[in-house]
T-cell receptor, first 113, second 111 residues
Framework: ETGVTQSPTHLIKTRGQQVTLRCSSQ?????VSWYQQALGQGPQFIFQ???????GRGNFPPRFSGLQFPNYSSELNVNALELDDSALYLC????????????FGPGTRLTVL | ELKVEQNPLFLSMQEGKNYTIYCNYS?????LYWYRQDPGKSLESLFV?????AVKQEGRLMASLDTKARLSTLHITAAVHDLSATYFC???????????FGSGTKLNVKP
């Protein structure tokens, strides 16, 4: 069984640029959630995708957007990058149901200069 | 908005001792999660608690949920160095598909 994978591992961008992060969900999982984790803090929920639609969103501006594909993989897009966007971005996959237990990928470390 | 508070934020303990991490949440949450994170690593799911009075145990860790008090606890029994990590609790808001994490408890178990 393949776990959750994310790419790239690390990324350096400059302010104002755009970035796309990718996530492949664990086999059999149909839901993907994205989180932002700043250094020394807990993860902040960005949004969740189920059946290729956003079905939950945290307090993030519209420049954070996403996609889910028919194979349940997902992308997180961030436009007009700001210095505060520097963080670890985590993807988690799960199965919609009673437990909705989320399994996390290794993360993408984004640095905005 | 669901707010999740953990305490303590930092915990240094000796091997062999017992301790409890507390997780309070502000409004109803239909499920409560516990995760472990090692430095520079991702999150590992430990427990999912659904109902009032739920108790789950795995090795030296035991988690419980009191929905009336809006409190979950993670109890560590006879700590060992390998348990050193940051532990997070998280809740899911009742009416909206949103997840909220606490700030984490950084546990250091000294030999």
């Amino acid at each position: 069984e393949t776990g959750v994978t994310q790419s790239p591992t690390h990324l350096i961008k400059t302010r104002g640029q755009q970035v796309t992060l990718r996530c492949s969900s664990q086999s059999g999982h149909n839901t993907v959630s994205w989180y932002q984790q700043a250094l020394g803090q807990g993860p902040q929920f960005i949004f969740q995708y189920y059946r290729e639609e956003e079905n939950g969103r945290g307090n993030f501006p519209p420049r954070f957007s996403g996609l889910q594909f028919p194979n349940y993989s997902s992308e997180l897009n961030v436009n007009a990058l700001e210095l505060d966007d520097s963080a670890l971005y985590l993807c988690a996959s799960s199965v919609q149901g009673l437990y909705n237990e989320q399994f996390f990928g290794p993360g993408t470390r984004l640095t905005v200069l | 908005e669901l707010k999740v508070e953990q305490n303590p934020l930092f915990l240094s303990m000796q091997e062999g001792k017992n301790y409890t991490i507390y997780c309070n949440y502000s409004t109803t949450s239909d499920r409560l999660y516990w995760y472990r994170q090692d430095p520079g690593k991702s999150l590992e799911s430990l427990f999912v608690l659904l109902s009032n009075g739920a108790v789950k145990q795995e090795g030296r860790l035991m988690a419980s949920l009191d929905t009336k008090a809006r409190l979950s606890t993670l109890h560590i029994t006879a700590a060992v160095h390998d348990l050193s990590a940051t532990y997070f609790c998280a809740g899911r808001s009742d009416n909206f598909n949103k997840f909220y994490f606490g700030s984490g408890t950084k546990l250091n178990v000294k030999p």
